[in-house]
């Protein structure tokens, strides 16, 4: 059974801070999404990570997966407050889809 | 881009009463979702459909109903509303199964 761990489920930071968030899934997966989700709206897709090794960055994220480790990281970089939001990461395998619980990040100013 | 709506933000029903969500998409999408998010729980799968008349359930279907009459409507059902159905209820559409989604902006359901 296909199961998807998030850690930290939250997390409050400071502007200008690094930190990693760490998602762990339990069998093979086909592929690996992160999603943002705002107080109050809808999700958001960021990235999409296909292979062992991908790399994916935008701003200040940055995705990676290791298939082998079953783990896949999303990385702030020098943290802004508009990155304030809840992180989903989503594994899928044969076309089922499982959603993390989510992490809320708060990044103080 | 691709547009999911949803047919309200905010509802309040009383228990017992029948419920419909509606969520339209403008993409041609073939594969409709509907999730539940309440805190602590992420999102849970309700039900999905890959084509028109086409429903799978998902993880959690007990309690509700869908209908796809339409490619582009996708409806969730609750046919006698109980109060531990109150939650976000979010809509998603993609192209191809296992492919980006597009959610909608989600319906906040109280059941009283």
């Known amino acids: 059974e296909l199961k998807v761990e998030q850690n930290p489920l939250f997390l409050s930071m400071q502007e200008g801070k690094n930190y990693t968030i760490y998602c762990n899934y339990s069998?093979?997966?086909?592929?690996l999404y992160w999603y943002r989700q705002d107080p109050g709206k809808s999700l958001e897709s960021l990235f999409v990570l296909l292979s062992n090794g991908a790399v994916k960055q935008e701003g200040r994220l940055m995705a990676s997966l290791d298939t082998k480790a079953r783990l896949s990281t999303l990385h702030i970089t020098a943290a802004v407050h508009d990155l304030s939001a809840t992180y989903f990461c989503?594994?899928?395998?044969?076309?089922?889809?499982?959603f993390g619980k989510g992490t809320r990040l708060h990044i103080l100013p | 881009d691709v547009k999911v709506t949803q047919s309200s933000r905010y509802l309040v029903k009383r228990t017992g009463e029948k419920v419909f969500l509606e969520c339209v998409q403008d993409?041609?999408?073939?594969?409709m979702f509907w999730y539940r998010q309440d805190p602590g729980l992420g999102l849970r799968l309700i039900y999905f459909?890959?084509?028109?008349?086409?429903?799978e359930k998902g993880d959690i279907p007990e309690g509700y109903s869908v209908s796809r009459e339409k490619k582009e409507r996708f409806s969730l059902i609750l046919e006698s509303a109980s109060t531990n159905q109150t939650s976000m209820y979010l809509c998603a559409s993609s192209l191809i199964a296992g492919r980006n989604w597009f959610f909608g902006p989600g319906t906040r359901l109280l059941v009283l």
């Open positions: 459909s890959y084509d028109v008349k086409m429903k």
């Open positions: 069998t093979t997966s086909d592929r």
């Open positions: 989503v594994a899928m395998r044969d076309d089922k889809i499982i």
């Open positions: 993409m041609d999408h073939e594969n």
